[in-house]
C-alpha cells in the first residue's frame, strides 16, 4: 500500500528542531521476494534525503517509527533502522508492541534522554510511550514526551509513515473544555479563577493530566484535552470535558 510521511519544524522555549513521523511497510510486497529489510531502508533514506532538502541536516531532529521491524525477525538489525543509525541518530526509546517495532530515534548530539514510561494502548492496537527529551545546550528546554501511536496522516512525501501525539509539556497543565451557558458561568476548575465567557471555555488547568483524548462541543467544535488525573483509567469518563462529548 501507498505510505506517507508526516513533518513539521517545531519550535519550544524558543529552540527550533524538527519532527519526522513514518510507518514502515509490513505486507504485501513488504515480504519475500522484496524482503521488508530493502524497502525499510528505502523509507530510512527518503527521510534522511528529506531531512537534507529542508536544510534541517544540522538541527536537533526526532524520527517516531512504527518500523515493523519484526519482519524477517530482524528487530534493530533491520536495514531501515540500521540505515537511520549509521547517518545520525540514535535509538532514544522503544515500545513494546510485537517484541520492540516502535522507535523513538534523535538526531546524536543534540539530546539528553531520560524516562522512559509505557502508557495505555486505547485508542491505538499499540501500546503508547513516552521519552522524556531535553535539547543539548538549553537546559531549561524539555520537549513534552513523545507517544507513539498508529494514527492517519495527510502529507505525501514517501513510502512510509505515522504521526505522533504528544502529552503535555512537563510542568504545564494539561487543557480542558467546557461549554458554558449563556450566562457565562463554569469553568470553576480554572487556576486562574477568571469567569468563562459565553460559548465554548476551553482553557489550562491544573490537575489535568497528559493523557487524553478529544470533547466534541454541543456546537461541533473539537478540542484536544487532558484526563482528570487518572491516566484515563475511566476511558472516556476520565476526560476533562465539561458538557460536551468525550
Known amino acids: ?10 519550535k519550544y522555549g524558543g529552540t527550533e528542531f524538527w519532527l519526522f513521523s513514518t510507518h514502515w511497510c509490513l505486507h504485501g510486497p513488504c515480504g519475500p521476494p522484496d524482503g521488508a529489510g530493502q524497502r525499510h531502508r528505502l523509507s530510512a533514506q527518503v527521510i534522511i534525503d528529506l531531512r ?13 517509527a512504527d518500523a515493523n521491524s519484526h519482519m524477517n ?7 531501515g533502522v540500521q540505515w537511520l543509525l549509521a547517518n545520525g541518530f540514535e535509538i532514544a526509546g522503544k515500545g513494546p508492541m510485537a517484541g520492540g517495532i516502535d522507535y523513538i530515534f534523535v538526531s546524536t548530539g543534540h539530546w539528553l534522554v531520560g524516562e522512559h514510561t509505557v502508557g495505555p494502548t486505547s485508542p491505538s492496537d499499540h501500546p503508547s ?11 531549561t528546554t524539555t520537549v513534552a514526551p513523545a507517544t507513539t501511536t498508529t494514527v492517519t496522516t495527510s502529507s505525501s512525501v514517501a513510502p512510509a509513515a505515522t504521526t505522533t501525539t504528544t ?3 512537563v510542568g504545564a ?9 449563556s450566562s457565562g458561568g463554569g469553568g ?6 477568571v469567569a468563562a465567557p459565553m460559548g465554548n471555555y476551553y482553557r489550562r488547568v491544573q490537575g489535568v493530566g497528559g493523557y487524553g483524548g478529544t470533547c466534541t462541543c454541543p456546537d461541533g467544535q473539537v478540542y484536544d ?3 482528570k488525573g487518572d491516566t484515563c483509567a475511566g476511558g472516556a469518563s476520565s476526560l476533562a470535558c465539561e458538557g460536551g462529548i468525550p
Open 173 to 181: 497543565p494539561a487543557t480542558t473544555a467546557s461549554m458554558t451557558s
Open 188 to 193: 470553576g476548575n480554572d487556576s486562574s479563577s
Open 52 to 64: 537534507r532538502t529542508l536544510g534541517a541536516a544540522d538541527m536537533p531532529t526526532i524520527i517516531t
Open 129 to 139: 510511550f513516552k521519552v522524556l527529551l531535553t535539547i543539548v545546550g538549553a537546559p
Open 167 to 169: 502529552s503535555s509539556g
Open 1 to 10: 500500500s501507498e505510505r506517507y510521511v508526516s513533518y513539521a519544524k517545531l
Open 225 to 227: 484535552v487532558g484526563n
Open 73 to 79: 525477525n530482524s528487530y534493530d538489525s533491520d536495514l
